[in-house]
Nanobody
Framework: QVQLVESGGGLVQPGSSLTLSCTAT????????IGWFRQAPGKGREGVCI????????VYSDSVKGRFTISRDNATNTVYLQMNSLKVEDTGTYYC???????????????????WGKGILVTVSS
């Protein structure tokens, strides 16, 4: 079974940058969509961005577009989330997720995402 491990979270001031990493136990980028979802305190899970390799498609939520960038390194089976100009509302637990049957029109739903990391906390506060 595929396992995903996130790293790179922490406390940062508004306006600063932070990079999250997600490493998979096996190469899945050619057969799985992989992306990031987050859950703010007291709120439900929301999609941040997703990379659908088979379709050559990358999608960002409106709230992070222009500030966040998702990328991958096939050699290390790692996907990154570069977060710039962080805001207080970006605070939450970030989850890396992957799915083999994810379709573009599912976004921003996490439907069909079968593999999830344990989550990593990002706190943006002054």
């Amino acid at each position: 079974q595929v396992q995903l491990v996130e790293s790179g979270g922490g406390l940062v001031q508004p306006g600063s940058s932070l990079t999250l990493s997600c490493t998979a136990t096996q190469f899945i980028f050619d057969t799985h969509a992989i992306g990031w979802f987050r859950q703010a305190p007291g709120k439900g899970r929301e999609g941040v961005c997703i990379l659908i390799s088979s379709a050559g498609d990358t999608v960002y939520s409106d709230s992070v577009k222009g500030r966040f960038t998702i990328s991958r390194d096939n050699a290390t089976n790692t996907v990154y989330l570069q977060m710039n100009s962080l805001k207080v509302e970006d605070t939450g637990t970030y989850y890396c997720a992957a799915g083999s049957h994810y379709q573009r029109h599912y976004w921003p739903s996490s439907y069909s995402m079968g593999f999830w990391g344990k989550g990593i906390l990002v706190t943006v506060s002054s």
